[in-house]
């Protein structure tokens, strides 16, 4: 038997659960066709509507985590040899571009350098000189870096053929989002991270222009699990028909989760947040820590921070984990064996966090 | 707030899950990346490698439902333009069939009438006139119709190019399968059936050979998310490597799902459904109430019935659910609106279902 450790998770994901979540894991599991698990579903679609802040009609857990969120979008919208436009500056955004040139798709990118965020306007100019690109792809939230990319300027995709689709999955619950009034065509995000929950959903959002992309395919989506059509025709449906065995357990769980955010207040949440990132930031700062975000693109709910000269991440983390139980990231890329990526997310997002991991921190080095 | 429903869960799954199961929710969610998970998840893939009857390295679960678990195996085999054999008596045949035809392979189809087993001897011959087919697949049992297909014989295809790849969703844990004396090459479940865990897991397995199928392709696998390749990667590999957020709550409930499996001891869960498929059927039959499965392959933990003349499903159905918390499933293709599928599996399959269900039908049957 392996041993049970409880973590103070601090690190890009998964988050400590709020503890309502934690309690509504222990709900009887109730079948994936029972009206009251339909009824359950509908009542996440509609929480899901308010922290997305859209009315969108196709808005609904996929059963899987937030990877399987972000192919289920580029699969179901994208159909062989047609073009996406996609930003990158992290590990996330090139993610975006294997997922979809495994899908067949033909990308193109738009970088940046990891810790600066996507200039909207090269990613509005790439769409230009590709107007038939069927959409245009960016992380709002980097979780390998922590910047943020300005979503709102791209609003301007809605006056051509292009759908613009973001990647929320460290945003959703963080930072402000908001998919109507920025004209996202196509969103997705993670139960793990800013909304409180365990790892196991990913929520989906699809505009009516996503909506009628995927409907007007000539070529099914290549995959059957990931199909959004599909999926709408499971929960939204008038008759729902089967099409996998969702959980209720794990849908149980981001409803509460949702419901201690939505209690709270969204914009609550984004200023606690906001608040603890900054607090953690200042502290960094202070000790001579780096931040590898630029400072107008800094995310408060995910810090990608340079250890200071002659600091070995690796032992310390491992130290963090063994002796206090606190977990925190290590860093991707260029930024592998110097930096840690440290979250303050969802219910972990207090200043007792801020707190522990510096006392702890500080006592490691001595 | 939805209703707090307790079901007495007897459709096609997902079946109560083991006290042991649901209690294992509460552990602290740990992040996927955790020396802790990491060495949680080899205890699973260790339990499993015991109930799937196999030594093969490549043995695992799938972040999602049993239909992502045969996603996997198919888009993680095929490439497209290749050739599948698919046997097809049932709904999930058909599945096996249109999963694969999305993916782009030639399917070849062997079928036999809904509620009789497949003849291996037909399938056999369709591979013998298909020698370039990259894989045969078969469901070891039916889910629609309660029919148990024989797996053994086929074990000749080890002498082919051929793979065999066996959907082993309702069966394992409830009927005898062993992977390694069959000479399956791919098989695939899920953790709410005879496993006794809530849905949200696919356990899977690959033969050395499916294994060398898999690294010579010459095409990626169209997903990232199910790319066995990549999950290979992150769970087995000497140095895991991040693929995705994986759901320590999940896993420490499959993992005590499984637990409780073999401290019962395999070969006695399996005469432990055996024993309670038969006194289901026979009560049935007693009653007038048809089975749809030939008598000669029979699965104990799903049976498919059919409603005495006269009586219409969906109404008593309704009323076993809505008065007595009971689930069962309803028929499926040409025995939907006359049959039930009714399940005995992992935690349910007691006496004590038997009785209640026939008890609570009696009375609504006045």
């Not at 002659?310 to 984990?321: H, I, V």
């Amino acid at each position: 038997m392996t041993a049970y450790v409880d973590r103070l998770l601090l690190g890009p994901g998964p988050s400590n659960p709020y503890p309502e979540a934690v309690q509504a894991l222990g709900r009887p599991v109730i079948g994936h066709l029972d009206p009251e698990y339909l009824a359950l579903v509908a009542e996440i679609s509609d929480r899901l509507r308010a922290v997305f802040d859209t009315a969108n009609e196709l808005t609904l857990p996929v059963s899987g985590t937030g990877s399987a969120g972000m192919e289920a979008c580029l699969a179901s919208l994208l159909q062989p040899g047609e073009k996406a436009v996609v930003g990158v500056n992290g590990y996330f955004g090139e993610r975006l571009c294997e997922v979809a040139a495994r899908g067949g798709a033909e990308v193109v990118r738009v970088a940046a350098p990891w810790g600066r965020a996507l200039d909207p306007a090269d990613l509005l100019a790439a769409q230009r000189t590709n107007p038939d690109a069927r959409l245009l792809a960016v992380v709002a939230a980097e979780t390998s870096t922590g910047v943020r990319n300005d979503i709102a300027p791209l609003a301007a995709l809605a006056e051509t053929d292009t759908l613009l689709l973001v990647d929320a999955v460290t945003a959703l619950g963080g930072t402000e989002l908001r998919v109507d009034d920025w004209k996202i065509d196509a969103c997705y995000s993670a139960s793990q991270k800013c909304l409180g929950a365990p790892p196991g959903l990913a929520p989906v959002t699809l505009s009516a222009r996503a909506v009628e992309v995927m409907r007007s395919r000539t070529v099914p989506v290549r995959s059957f699990y990931l199909d959004l059509g599909l999926l709408w025709e499971y929960y939204l449906a008038p008759a729902p028909r089967y099409h996998h065995t969702a959980s209720s357990t794990m849908a149980s769980s981001l409803h509460a989760g949702l419901g201690v955010l939505l209690a709270e207040g969204k914009e609550r949440t984004w200023a606690r947040h906001a608040g603890i990132g900054g607090l953690l930031q200042q502290e960094l700062t202070d000790r001579g820590w780096g931040l590898i975000a630029d400072a107008n693109n800094r995310l408060p709910q995910l810090t990608a921070t340079r250890l200071p000269e002659g600091l070995e991440e690796a032992p310390l983390r491992r130290a963090l984990l063994e002796r206090f139980g606190i977990e925190v990231g290590a860093g991707l890329g260029e930024f592998a064996g110097r930096a840690w990526r440290i979250g303050m997310m969802g219910h972990a997002a207090r200043e007792r966090s801020v707190r522990t991991l510096l006392a702890a921190v500080d006592e490691l080095l001595g």
